[in-house]
T-cell receptor
Framework: KAGVTQTPRYLIKTRGQQVTLSCSPI?????VSWYQQTPGQGLQFLFE???????NKGNFPGRFSGRQFSNSRSEMNVSTLELGDSALYLC??????????????FGAGTRLSVL | AQSVTQLDSQVPVFEEAPVELRCNYS??????LFWYVQYPNQGLQLLLK??????LVKGINGFEAEFNKSQTSFHLRKPSVHISDTAEYFC????????????FGTGTSLTVIP
């Protein structure tokens, strides 16, 4: 069974641009969560999608948005990029999304650099 | 609100020596506790989790952790480390039973010295 796939692995953007990151969960998983990982802040929860609906949301500005498609694939969008958005963005998927009994499986991440 | 504190940002230890990575949390309600490991250029992998029951939890790769409610701690231990254990370790908590909102500590970098 294929793991969680995140594309692209690396991205370089400039301030003010927007970016879209993609996450394909493990087959059969319906919950997808997104996290931002930076050296200073560690891992911070962005949001979670389950059956195409945003179910939980962290403390990030509205420039960060996401969506989930009917096949459970998810995209995350960041508009008007700032230097501080440079980070590793991790996606995690789990089965029916009822934490904590279901294990979250993480992808390798997308490393975004904003210049 | 929950917060997770990993008291040591870096822990060097000699091969075959024991190690303890510390984690404390704060929460006004019951929590579920996890330890994840991250190898370079990879995502996070679950080591072990505490949901309920026995406070001593055993995980993969010989790791174990003990939940101490009175001290609000969930320290990770291994009696004898290997070079391959060199990685970043994250403690996480969750209280949600309707989603997957996890709160992570800032991580502990474990370096095993040959």
């Amino acid at each position: 069974k294929a793991g969680v796939t995140q594309t692209p692995r690396y991205l370089i953007k400039t301030r003010g641009q927007q970016v879209t990151l993609s996450c394909s969960p493990i087959s059969g998983h319906r919950s997808v969560s997104w996290y931002q990982q930076t050296p200073g802040q560690g891992l911070q929860f962005l949001f979670e999608y389950f059956s195409e609906t945003q179910r939980n949301k962290g403390n990030f500005p509205g420039r960060f948005s996401g969506r989930q498609f009917s096949n459970s694939r998810s995209e995350m969008n960041v508009s008007t990029l700032e230097l501080g958005d440079s980070a590793l963005y991790l996606c995690a998927s789990s089965t029916d999304g009822v934490a904590p009994k279901n294990i979250q499986y993480f992808g390798a991440g997308t490393r975004l650099s904003v210049l | 609100a929950q917060s997770v504190t990993q008291l040591d940002s870096q822990v060097p230890v000699f091969e075959e020596a024991p190690v303890e990575l510390r984690c404390n949390y704060s929460s006004s309600v019951s929590v579920y506790l996890f330890w994840y490991v991250q190898y370079p250029n990879q995502g996070l992998q679950l080591l072990l989790k505490y949901l309920s029951g026995s406070t001593l939890v055993k995980g993969i790769n010989g790791f174990e952790a003990e939940f101490n409610k009175s001290q609000t701690s969930f320290h990770l231990r291994k009696p004898s480390v290997h070079i391959s254990d060199t990685a970043e370790y994250f403690c996480a908590v969750s209280k949600s039973n309707t989603g997957n909102q996890f709160y992570f500590g800032t991580g502990t970098s474990l370096t095993v010295i040959p």
